[in-house]
């Protein structure tokens, strides 16, 4: 019973193996066959055909700038010595216009302040009496009832006094001047770069106590080659990228510096920042576009170009209709479009549905 169900196993098998091979052969199941040379090409596949056509580009000259305020100031005193009594903002803090930023010991100062006001007093007071008997002198030396040399010498006592209290004016103007100088106010709206001072230390014209810019007239110091120097006007729109936001920005040319520089041979630009730089701050690395004319590329729009691998296609129509990718090479032109560079000429189509 065994070897009788092996045997019927094995016939079957066996049977399944040469209806298989004949089916792949197509002896079995394959229906009608088409004779050779006879075979009916498929219908070509619909696409939306775009003709290859030179286009005009500018060209842009990238230049490393730096984003600077056109008002950055390192505040320093202008007293001798004085000692730090207040700072009231710390690094990154805003202010305002007339703000105190750095008072500074003015005791001393004060006091000078009221000693020459009261040298003024006492100068004023000489005056007056000089006034009143020279008057008087020149009433009695018309009636000659005192000599003119009393009249010349209250006459010359006037001049001295009038000298005296002009002299006493200066000195309280200079002794409230330098009062001024100890409280030291802020000649803009802007923002605190750099505290280098605290209560207690000693301010000198050498040391600067703060460091201060205004946010609202920041503009890109760009260096540019010399070669272009012709090519950049005042008033020309530029656009740059702040790499460390991630966005773009126009700037205007507002001052080219009239100089090379012997090592690097480059000149200055310095284009203002329009619209909101809130973000930005001084020293900022920034990419520019500077704009040097015109060029006649081959441009096709990203989705076109098909990648594998390294390598880059753009589906062409051949002379039968259909599409056949080509090899291409390609260069990144902005704004979604790609440059070809080598592969395909001028007046061919492509398409941007072959999948």
């Known amino acids: 019973m065994k070897k009788t169900s092996f045997i019927i196993f094995g016939a079957a098998v066996t049977g399944f193996i040469v209806w298989a091979m004949l089916y792949q052969?197509?002896?079995?199941?394959?229906?009608?066959?088409?004779?050779?040379?006879?075979?009916?090409?498929?219908?070509?596949?619909e696409h939306v055909w775009r003709k290859l056509e030179p286009r005009t580009e500018p060209t842009v000259f990238k230049a490393v700038g730096t984003v600077r305020s056109r008002e950055e100031i390192d505040v320093?005193?202008?007293?001798?010595?004085?000692?730090?009594?207040?700072?009231?903002?710390?690094?990154?803090?805003?202010?305002?216009?007339?703000?105190?930023?750095?008072?500074?010991?003015?005791?001393?100062?004060?006091a000078k302040v009221d000693a020459a006001?009261?040298?003024?007093?006492?100068?004023?007071?000489?005056?007056?009496?000089?006034?009143?008997?020279?008057?008087?002198?020149?009433?009695?030396?018309?009636?000659?009832?005192?000599?003119?040399?009393?009249?010349?010498?209250?006459?010359?006592?006037?001049?001295?006094?009038?000298?005296?209290?002009?002299?006493?004016?200066?000195?309280?103007?200079?002794?409230?001047?330098?009062?001024?100088?100890?409280?030291?106010?802020?000649?803009?709206?802007?923002?605190?770069?750099?505290?280098?001072?605290?209560?207690?230390?000693?301010?000198?014209?050498?040391?600067?106590?703060?460091?201060?810019?205004?946010?609202?007239?920041l503009q890109v110091q760009i260096p540019v080659r010399e070669g272009l120097y012709s090519k950049v006007k005042n008033g020309d729109e530029l656009r740059v990228a702040i790499r460390s936001t991630g966005r773009e920005y126009t700037a205007t040319v507002r001052e080219i510096v009239p100089a090379v520089d012997a090592g690097s041979r480059s000149f200055i630009v310095n284009a203002g920042l329009d619209g909101a730089t809130d973000e930005l701050?001084?020293?900022?690395?920034?990419?520019?576009?500077?704009?040097?004319?015109?060029?006649?590329?081959?441009?096709?729009?990203?989705?076109?170009?098909?990648?594998?691998?390294?390598?880059?296609?753009?589906?062409?129509k051949d002379q039968n209709g259909r599409a056949v990718r080509t090899l291409v090479k390609t260069v990144p032109l902005g704004n979604g479009l790609l440059e070809?560079?080598?592969?395909?000429?001028?007046?061919?189509?492509?398409?941007?549905?072959?999948k």
Request: glycine share 8%; hydrophobic share 35%.
């Open 25 to 45: 052969s197509g002896t079995v199941g394959a229906g009608e066959k088409t004779p050779a040379g006879e075979k009916t090409p498929p219908p070509p596949e």
């Open 76 to 110: 320093i005193s202008r007293l001798i010595t004085a000692r730090v009594t207040e700072v009231p903002f710390r690094n990154g803090e805003r202010f305002k216009s007339g703000d105190v930023l750095i008072k500074m010991e003015d005791r001393d100062l004060r």
């Open 117 to 217: 006001a009261e040298n003024l007093k006492g100068a004023e007071s000489r005056l007056k009496f000089a006034e009143a008997e020279d008057e008087r002198n020149a009433t009695l030396v018309r009636s000659r009832a005192v000599a003119a040399r009393d009249y010349e010498e209250s006459t010359s006592n006037l001049d001295a006094a009038r000298a005296q209290a002009a002299m006493m004016k200066h000195e309280l103007l200079n002794a409230q001047t330098n009062l001024e100088y100890a409280t030291i106010r802020a000649p803009f709206d802007g923002v605190v770069s750099e505290r280098g001072s605290d209560p207690g230390d000693l301010a000198t014209p050498l040391n600067p106590l703060m460091k201060i810019f205004n946010p609202s007239k």
């Open 281 to 316: 701050m001084p020293g900022m690395f920034a990419v520019c576009e500077i704009p040097t004319g015109t060029r006649t590329v081959l441009a096709v729009p990203e989705s076109a170009v098909r990648r594998i691998g390294q390598l880059e296609y753009l589906a062409v």
């Open 340 to 354: 070809i560079i080598s592969g395909v000429e001028p007046g061919i189509e492509y398409t941007e549905s072959e």
